[in-house]
């Protein structure tokens, strides 16, 4: 089981990371929502759980996953994209089979 992030994202983590002054990396989940059945929860993490899968990235950013999550979540990349004026993360999942209209939810 893996997961990947892009070096935009690690880019945008750890400039983020030295931002705030403080921070492990980040945490990346899903929870139930939405018209699909589930979405992707980002936080970052001051301090690891004993349970976390732990992925590293480039820069040495780290990502870390709890083992309910990691299912869905399997084989991801966690991308940051700029289009136009917007930006944030993107989620490249191989496991989503459909996802809805407004891009807010997905289901495997």
């Given at each position: 089981m893996a997961i990947t992030m892009t070096d935009?994202?690690?880019d945008h983590v750890a400039r983020y990371l030295e931002k705030r002054g403080h921070g492990e990396g980040v945490r990346l989940?899903?929870?139930t929502s939405g018209c699909s059945g589930m979405?992707?929860?980002l936080e970052f993490v001051d301090?690891?759980?004993d349970e976390d899968q732990v992925f590293t990235g480039p820069?040495?950013?780290k990502i870390y996953?709890?083992?309910k999550s990691l299912v869905y979540l399997d084989g991801t990349e966690l991308d940051f994209v700029k289009e136009g004026l917007n930006e944030g993360f993107k989620f490249n999942n191989p496991n989503v089979s459909s996802e809805c209209g407004c891009g807010e939810s997905f289901n495997v």
């Open positions: 935009a994202a690690a989940g899903v929870r979405a992707y929860v301090e690891a759980l820069q040495d950013v996953i709890d083992p």
